[in-house]
Structures are given as C-alpha cells and as structure tokens.
C-alpha cells in the first residue's frame, strides 16, 4: 500500500523545468507501478480519495508559492511585461499633460514604486493562498480534476478574491509609503497642477496597485496549473477525470 509519505513526495513533483513529471504524471506511474486501485471503485487498499485531495493540495500550495516567489523579488512586476503594473486610467491624462511639459519622469517614477511596491507586498500573501488551499474539500479537488485547464486558479480566486484583496490591501499602502510612490503620486499631481486648463486627476494608487497585483499573481498560477494539466500528462489528466467521474 502507498504510504502517505509516498504520496507527498510525488505531489511534490510540480514541473518547475521542462520535462519534470507533474502530479497526473507521478499519479499514473504509481498506477502502473504500484497496482494501486483508487476509489470509485470501492474496492481493494491504496490510494484514497482523500490521499488524492491532499497530493492536489500539496502541489497547488507549491506553485502559489513559486508564482509568489518570482513576483516578489526585484523586478518581478516592473519588468514582466505580462503583468507590468501601469498608471490608473484616471491618471494617463496626467502622464501625457507631463510628457509635454518635459516632466513625464514624474509620471514614470510613480509607475516604477507602484510596482517596486507590489513586489513587496505579494509574498506576505502566502499564508492567505495556503490557508484556501488547506481548506479545499474532496468536491473542491475533484472539480478541479475535471474542470478547465484553469480550474483550481478559478477555486482559488473565488475563494480568496474577497479576503486577499482585504487582508493585501493594508499590505499594499505600507509597501506603497516604503517605496516612496505616495509622496511620488503628490509630486506628480503637483506639478500637473501647474499646468494651465488641466482637469483635475485623481486615482487611489492604493486599490489599483492591490488589484492589477491580484491580477499578476492569478496570472502566473492560471500558467503553473496549464503545466500541471499539459505535459505528456493528458492521459493521466483523463485516467483522473474517469477516477473522479
């Protein structure tokens, strides 16, 4: 009989690199190696649904972590241009009234902390993805295994989109004041007020910044599960899906 310590050690096999074997994949090569009967057929010893659950469980944990890891070094948002995190709509006016006035570094250095203030702050998220992911019942992981290619993203948006917005939020202000792009958001305003028939232009930094942040984290998870699912591992994908069925 598999032991739990076996099962976690495959679950562990996320595909950082190209050719590592994902979860279905180590699933599949314990099937035909082991002889393992899962349940739904309700019969024999081995895996459990519940063993199942919990292998899910531990791979997701380890791509949250890995996604929250490369957006929270240096650069991890500024230079991803995938989820670079621009100026709020309200203020492109702003940026472009600077542009001509010779003053568009102002502009430019906002964006520059906003996303230096992202990096700081989305890896104190940990604890709040992790906690969703411990939570995850046996309905929840068996969705996931016969959902679309982004269906535990979806489970973990929908189950911390609220409470990670609300808990990152404070996160996100302090980080903005560390980076310096409060008092670069009241330079920026300032001079534009300078500008003779400019409407006024306000946007809260704060809000924007967690949100586009959000945005970038589900991003790179949404790409960890696609490896999951992708791989040589369709089959697996499939022998999964008619376990679960």
Do not use: C
């Amino acid at each position: 009989m598999l032991t739990r310590r076996a099962l976690t050690l495959a679950a562990l096999a996320f595909p950082a690199t190209a050719g590592a074997q994902s979860l279905f994949d180590q699933g599949r090569n314990l099937l035909n190696q082991g002889g393992i009967s899962l349940p739904g057929a309700a019969r024999g010893t081995g895996l459990s649904l519940a063993d199942i659950t919990q292998g899910l469980k531990d791979a997701l944990a380890k791509g949250s972590q890995a996604t929250l890891a490369r957006l929270g070094k240096a650069d991890g948002f500024l230079s991803d241009q995938a989820v670079h995190i621009p100026l709020p709509d309200q203020l492109r006016q702003v940026q472009s009234a600077l542009k001509l006035v010779g003053a568009a570094g102002l502009a430019d250095d906002l964006e520059t902390r906003m996303n230096h203030a992202a990096e700081q702050a989305v890896p104190k998220a940990k604890d709040i993805f992790l906690g969703a992911i411990r939570n995850m019942s046996v309905s929840d992981a068996k969705g996931i295994l016969d959902g679309p290619t982004d269906a535990a993203t979806q489970y973990l948006r929908r189950t911390t989109g609220t409470q990670i917005g609300a808990q990152i939020r404070p996160l996100i202000e302090t980080a903005l004041q560390q980076a310096g792009a409060v008092n670069a958001y009241d330079r920026m305003l300032g001079r534009y007020a300078q500008i003779p028939g400019m409407p006024d232009a306000k946007a809260s930094i704060v809000d924007w910044t967690r949100d586009k942040g959000l945005d970038g984290i589900f991003h790179y998870i949404a790409q960890e599960e696609a490896d999951i699912r992708a791989n040589p591992a369709a089959r697996t994908t499939e022998l999964l899906k008619k376990v679960f069925g």
